[in-house]
């Protein structure tokens, strides 16, 4: 430890001995970091801000669960099924669903539901405009807000009233025989945006009667805590052979989208790190020219050629330091220009979807993407001072001291 | 007769193209004596210099350090007698112009993991040994060309070699500076012991050796 110190201080006052030069190779490095920060920071912030608007739009904790074709079998959603899917990490709650097309007798065409109460609560949280829920294991209905407007509309059914509902069947001789079934209706959701505004919603077990495929069910709705376990809990549900959708398969799409931009610009802006690795080369090998002798003296004291090379790319570790910290800071001053003189550009050119960027900053730098800057700019100063360390530390002691500057 | 410290056996060294630098040179370096290799310029002085600090090595012939034969195929058993066995004073004084005197003196024993202090208080012993023990703090730029060569020679001395190979020690500085650093050699030679190996074209620097060995168109004469 104390040697490496030791080569650290040497290394230091090396290249402190050529201010103006090591200014230069910092630069030349930093810009390439400046670049590559802020057009990451550009993307992120893009990325950022559509999966905001996702978020604020899209009920990202939800996924619908339906069953799968694996090698030809359908993997039903069974009991079974709805078990393991509670059992995932971080899954809230599950709520599985039949559904069955109903009519009234006014042919009315309603759209039913049927999932346990305890589960609509957890997984959808229904929020009244009139009345209240259904109890399980009874024939309640509560309708959503548009269906509800409906039926008060056309049949002049409201909160309270039973609500007629004609099941046609078919006898052995295929003749139609007709049923009439009752569902009291409990009370009407208020508009949610989502697909229960046009449907009635009751417990499971009333409409399994009138469906083929019972104990089956057609969906199964999870409620997972937080936004940022979804994709895990989505991955455990596909685990099971079973397929998960939901909005934040958006979110997904928005990430590839963002992922592949922010690619294929750092490959252009990279160019410029590649120049300042290039400078690098440049004024390593000025400088291990210039000190040629110094080189074959240290030799002749003792360094072995690990010793040599050590001390150069000590050198080089400084100019990548120093050259990740300036391209950090210049990156960061660059994606405040971005958001002070570019914004409004940007904005028009994504469209009036993007309004909303206007009120936020339009990048993002990020902790990680300023340690990503300096770490780049270390490898590649290190990487870049392989080759004039070499050539010093092969240098021939003797050629070294007779022919050195 | 004194031991022999450092001994060359026959000693060839041909460059490529053919020019034969040495041809057959044996010589013997006694312990604790003051040597010098007096020869002009092309006599091979330089190369047998090089091949002595294992900085170069021989076409053929066999070079014993404390009696030990240097195998000059092996680079890492070279480097570690360049750190131990051999001290380098140079015409030029080769100094880091970026450490100060002290840390010049200190440099090589960075090289052999010596701790922090041990360095330090050794090159401190070792400039107040050559009367600069007030310009530690100075860099060579700072100091005068006999300050410099004493730096060197403290630098020489510092891992307490068996040999210190002076190349033309006095051939930058002016002949009272020269008398100087003479003086100085030979005040460590015979107060310390140290084995000094002079090479020089000056004949008259003969005289104030105990050995001299004089070379002439790659052989002694």
């Known amino acids: 430890m104390g040697q490496t110190l030791d080569f650290a201080r040497i290394s230091g006052r090396q290249i402190l001995r050529r201010r103006a030069r090591l200014i230069l190779t910092i630069l030349g490095i930093a810009v390439g970091v400046a670049a590559v920060v802020a057009i990451v920071s550009l993307g992120e912030g893009i990325r950022a801000h559509s999966i905001e608007m996702i978020s604020e739009q899209s009920d990202l904790t939800l996924i619908e669960v339906t069953g799968d074709v694996r090698d030809g079998a359908i993997i039903p959603l069974t009991t079974a099924k709805v078990a393991a899917l509670r059992g995932i990490t971080h899954v809230r709650g599950t709520a599985p669903v039949i559904t069955v097309d109903l009519a009234t007798p006014h042919q009315t065409y309603i759209g039913a539901v049927g999932i346990g109460w305890d589960d609509f609560s957890t997984v959808f949280t229904p929020d009244f405009s009139k009345g209240r829920g259904y109890s399980e294991n009874s024939d309640t209905a509560v309708l959503g807000s548009e269906i509800a407007e409906s039926l008060r509309k056309y049949e002049g059914i409201r909160v309270g009233d039973d609500l007629t509902i004609r099941i046609r069947e078919y006898d052995a001789s295929g003749a139609p025989v007709d049923t009439e079934v009752v569902f009291p209706v409990a009370g009407s959701l208020r508009p949610r945006g989502d697909m229960f505004d046009t449907l009635l ?142 914004k409004s550009f940007i904005i028009e050119q994504l469209g009036p979807g993007f309004a909303g960027f206007a009120s936020a900053d339009i990048t993002l730098v990020t902790p990680a993407l300023l340690a990503a800057g300096l770490g780049i700019a270390v490898i590649l100063s290190l990487l870049a001072g392989i080759y004039p360390g070499l050539k010093a530390a092969r240098l021939n002691p003797v050629d070294a001291i007779r022919r050195g500057m | 007769m004194a031991e022999t410290i450092l001994e060359t056996v026959r000693l060839v060294r041909t460059y490529a193209g053919g020019v034969q630098a040495l041809k057959g040179v044996s010589i013997q370096v006694p312990k604790s004596k003051c040597t010098a290799i007096i020869g002009k310029s092309g006599s091979g002085k330089s190369t047998l210099m090089n091949i002595l600090g294992c900085l170069d090595a021989p076409t053929s012939g066999e070079v014993f350090i404390r009696g030990v034969p240097v195998d000059y195929t092996d680079t890492a058993r070279l480097i570690d007698l360049r750190r131990n066995e051999i001290g380098f004073v ?31 208080d050794h090159a401190s012993a070792l400039l107040a040994r050559v009367g600069l023990e007030h310009r530690g703090s100075h860099y060579p730029g700072e100091l005068s060309g006999g300050e410099q060569q004493r730096v060197a020679i403290a630098r020489a001395l510092i891992s307490e070699p068996a040999v210190v190979l002076a190349d033309e020690p006095t051939g930058n500085l002016d002949s009272r500076t020269s008398d100087d650093i003479l003086d100085l050699i030979h005040e460590i030679n015979r107060k310390e012991g140290t084995t000094f190996l002079i090479v020089t074209h000056d004949a008259d620097l003969g005289d104030r050796v105990d050995h001299q060995i004089t070379l002439h168109d790659g052989g002694v004469i």
């Open chain 1, 201 to 342: 919603v009751t417990d499971s077990t009333h409409l399994e009667e009138w469906r083929e495929g019972y104990g089956v069910y057609d969906t199964i709705y999870l409620r997972v805590d937080a936004p940022e376990h979804v994709f895990a809990v989505a991955d455990a549900v596909r685990g099971l052979g079973l397929q998960a959708q939901g909005p934040f398969e958006e979110i997904k799409a928005v990430n590839r989208l963002m992922d592949a931009v922010i690619i294929i610009l750092s490959f252009f802006t990279g160019i410029s790190l590649i120049v300042g690795a290039m400078m690098i080369i440049n004024t390593m090998m000025v400088s291990v020219y210039e000190r040629t002798r110094e080189i074959g003296i240290t030799m002749a004291l003792g360094a072995s050629q690990r010793h040599v090379l050590t001390l150069i790319l000590l050198e080089c570790l400084y100019i990548g330091i120093l050259g990740g910290i300036a391209g950090d800071i210049l990156g960061v001053l660059l994606s405040m220009g971005i958001n002070t003189l570019g």
């Open chain 2, 90 to 120: 140079f015409q030029q004084f080769n100094l880091i112009p970026h450490l100060s005197a002290q840390e010049n003196v200190e440099y090589p024993l960075l090289f052999s993991y010596r701790p922090e202090k041990e360095r330090k």
